[in-house]
């Protein structure tokens, strides 16, 4: 396993290319354009978002094993996107108006295409008439690969800042 | 003085009072003032005369299953600790050390025969009881260690594995103070011996209603379900969201509990018996210790959502299934937290039969959260809609008014379309099919004569 350094230096190019793909990702969720979003995931992909708890770090009392808010297929992300377009998934309706600050991302190759990128993401979101914006703070623990086709996300885990989750609903994608 | 008899107080201010008997006169014709959703005044006494006085929910028997387990929950706002002692005990404590009020226990749930506090360091058993202070011979030989342990609740019981405390000494034992909200819970949960257990411990988050709506909401209102949850049904995930209204039956217990079952074994025969449990799980349930209501009800109209007074609701509901397969049920608990006269959190927990297999509690885990939790493709509707309530409480034009909200639905004055029906003969009332707001009527009924019951 090479340290951070020595991963950071013989993977610019590839640093480069997955700082991009963050990038454009943030971009189309904060733009609402969620099919494009999905055609960067891969049709494998796992999307959880464990239950946290107040506890001792990387325990069994922080992170209950198998506790999840969300543990999505790409199916079933799909069907969130569709329900969202109905025009009738009230919580979501006019779509709130978010921007996510992605950063302190580190790379680190697992295979020959595949890299673990950890990143932390600051979304800020404000719902249709909200009068108070959350600020939602969590860190991403992503698998990426690069291949001929560029990026596709292959693995994403949200390990969410808060215990108990002050926005009123998980929503939005992160 | 009321504080010998009760521990219930009585209203804060004559504006409380005056919101109190407007109330009343409301409730008789159906109807709520919208204040009831946002005074904070009222809120106070909701927690005074309801949370520190009645049986409350405080979680499951399997989140601490050995000795020493706890986990940290609320009563009302007070923070508690929920533990098990060596004997095996569940104990209820109050979350602050008495010696300066330093918080005792900050993490969500562990294992710890004693409790030490931070501060200077007295240490309390798991029970509650003082133990000792640094120096102590020195420090405190005379203290009286049974005066200086823990606020410890009077009482602490348990009904199929949900655990219930009281802050009311004077108040009747578990099963007498839940009344027929037992008869419906033993119909949900005591279907086989070795009954069921959390997958997990809750999803929590805070939504920005009022508890009593959320309430309300579980206790019968199956109207809103085909037009709030409306695009779960447009993207294939539900089904028949629009005979909802046709086939709903409100079981209003009595003593504010409801529950509504749908007629889903008489429209669609053996798949919507049993709430669908599909046959490899069906065939371990055991009935024998239901009476033969019970049994007819879970075959013919199985409780799909309820609530039992003041604040812990269920649903046990379904996905729509691929075709020719048998649907995924879950079982979700939750309670409604009061945060705020406009806030409240959700605990939400997704409950596994103990004889299940792997694969088939994950799938029922899988399916309650996506249907019922901080991300619920059900629940984030049902949430957000109850943001309105609040903010019309504190409206000016809607007070200036006098506005009340409307809970008509089935009355005599509305034409009268929810009839009690002449057969039943269980607890409570059982209506016929069709839309009505009863269950609403009789939770704000009990809930204004609990607020009353001070001076």
Same mark, same amino acid.
């Given at each position: 396993m090479l340290s951070t350094y020595e991963a950071a230096l013989t993977n610019q190019a590839a640093y480069a290319e997955i700082s991009q793909f963050l990038g454009h990702e943030a971009r189309l969720l904060d733009e609402n354009r969620l099919d494009e979003w999905l055609e960067l995931l891969d049709p494998a992909i796992v999307y959880e978002i464990p239950i946290r708890l107040a506890g001792a770090r990387g325990g069994a009392n922080e992170f209950p094993q198998g506790a999840y808010r969300v543990r999505d297929t790409f199916e079933m992300i799909s069907k969130r996107i569709e329900r969202l377009a109905t025009g009738e998934a009230w919580a979501e309706t006019p779509p709130s108006r978010t921007v996510r600050l992605v950063g302190s991302i580190v790379i680190q190759p697992v295979d020959a295409t595949v890299y673990a990128v950890d990143s932390a993401l600051m979304v800020y979101r404000q719902r249709a008439q909200d009068e108070v914006a959350d600020l939602i703070p969590a860190r991403r623990l992503d698998r990426v690969r690069i291949d001929a086709g560029g990026c596709k996300l292959v693995r994403r885990t949200i390990i969410l800042a808060e215990t108990v989750i002050k926005t009123p609903n998980l929503g939005i994608f992160f | 003085?009321?504080? @010998? =008899?009760?521990?219930?107080?009585?209203?804060?201010?004559?504006?409380?009072?005056?919101?109190? !008997?407007?109330? %009343?006169?409301?409730?008789? $014709?159906?109807?709520?003032?919208? =204040? @009831?959703?946002? *005074?904070?005044?009222?809120?106070?006494?909701?927690?005074?005369?309801?949370?520190?006085?009645?049986?409350?929910?405080?979680?499951?028997?399997?989140?601490?299953? *050995? #000795?020493? $387990?706890?986990?940290?929950?609320?009563?009302? %706002?007070?923070?508690?600790?929920?533990?098990? $002692?060596?004997?095996?005990?569940?104990?209820?404590?109050?979350?602050?050390?008495?010696?300066?009020?330093?918080?005792?226990? #900050?993490?969500?749930?562990?294992?710890?025969? /004693?409790?030490?506090?931070?501060?200077?360091?007295?240490?309390?058993?798991?029970?509650? =009881?003082?133990?000792?202070?640094?120096?102590?011979?020195?420090?405190?030989?005379?203290?009286?260690? $049974?005066?200086?342990?823990?606020?410890?609740?009077?009482?602490? !019981?348990?009904?199929?594995?949900? @655990?219930?405390?009281?802050?009311?000494?004077?108040?009747?034992?578990?099963? =007498?103070?839940?009344?027929?909200?037992?008869?419906?819970?033993?119909?949900?949960?005591?279907?086989?011996?070795?009954?069921? #257990?959390?997958?997990?411990?809750? !999803?929590?988050?805070?939504?920005?209603? /009022?508890?009593?709506?959320? #309430?309300?909401?579980?206790?019968?209102?199956?109207?809103?379900?085909?037009?709030?949850?409306?695009?779960?049904? %447009?993207?294939?995930?539900?089904? &028949?969201? !629009?005979?909802?209204?046709?086939?709903? @039956?409100?079981?209003?217990? &009595?003593?504010?509990h409801s529950f509504t079952g749908s007629a889903t074994g008489d429209l669609l025969g053996e798949v919507g018996e049993y709430w669908g449990y599909d046959p490899e799980i069906r065939r371990n349930f055991n009935f024998s210790s239901l009476d033969a209501m019970q049994q007819e009800l879970i075959r013919r109209h199985p409780p799909a959502v309820g609530n039992i007074f003041p604040n812990l609701s269920f649903v046990r509901f379904t996905n729509t299934p691929p075709e020719g397969e048998w649907p995924v049920v879950y079982t979700s608990w939750r309670q409604w937290q009061p945060i705020s006269a406009t806030e409240t959190e959700v605990l939400s927990w997704q409950l596994k039969w103990n004889f299940m297999t792997e694969e088939q509690a994950s799938k029922s885990y899988a399916t309650g959260q996506y249907g019922f939790s901080s991300a619920g493709i059900f629940e984030q509707d049902d949430t957000v809609l109850w943001e309105g309530a609040p903010q019309v409480a504190k409206s000016t034009w809607a007070r200036k008014e006098g506005a009340t909200f409307n809970m008509q639905l089935g009355m005599p004055k509305l034409g009268g379309a929810q009839q009690p029906d002449p057969t039943w003969e269980g607890p409570g009332t059982r209506y016929m099919p069709g839309p009505g707001e009863a269950p609403a009527r009789d939770f704000y009924a009990r809930w204004l004569q609990e607020l009353n019951s001070g001076g």
């Open positions: - | 003085m009321d504080q @010998i =008899e009760t521990s219930a107080v009585s209203p804060s201010s004559p504006a409380l009072e005056r919101l109190l !008997d407007r109330t %009343k006169t409301c409730l008789e $014709d159906g109807l709520i003032p919208v =204040e @009831i959703f946002g *005074d904070q005044d009222l809120f106070e006494l909701e927690m005074t005369n309801i949370f520190a006085r009645q049986w409350v929910f405080l979680g499951f028997e399997s989140e601490i299953p *050995d #000795s020493g $387990d706890f986990v940290l929950r609320s009563i009302g %706002k007070d923070s508690v600790i929920v533990s098990r $002692d060596r004997e095996r005990n569940i104990h209820v404590l109050a979350n602050f050390c008495r010696h300066r009020g330093a918080q005792l226990c #900050s993490t969500d749930r562990g294992n710890a025969l /004693n409790f030490r506090c931070p501060y200077h360091g007295w240490v309390y058993k798991n029970n509650g =009881e003082w133990r000792g202070a640094p120096d102590k011979s020195a420090s405190y030989p005379n203290l009286d260690t $049974d005066e200086w342990g823990l606020l410890r609740a009077p009482h602490v !019981d348990t009904m199929f594995g949900l @655990i219930f405390a009281c802050l009311d000494p004077t108040a009747p034992p578990l099963l =007498e103070a839940l009344g027929p909200a037992a008869w419906m819970m033993k119909a949900l949960m005591d279907l086989h011996p070795g009954g069921m #257990s959390v997958m997990g411990p809750p !999803d929590r988050y805070r939504v920005r209603g /009022n508890w009593k709506t959320a #309430s309300e909401n579980f206790a019968g209102d199956a109207y809103h379900i085909g037009v709030a949850h409306r695009s779960v049904e %447009k993207i294939n995930l539900g089904q &028949g969201f !629009d005979l909802v209204n046709q086939f709903t @039956i409100n079981y209003a217990l &009595g003593e504010g």
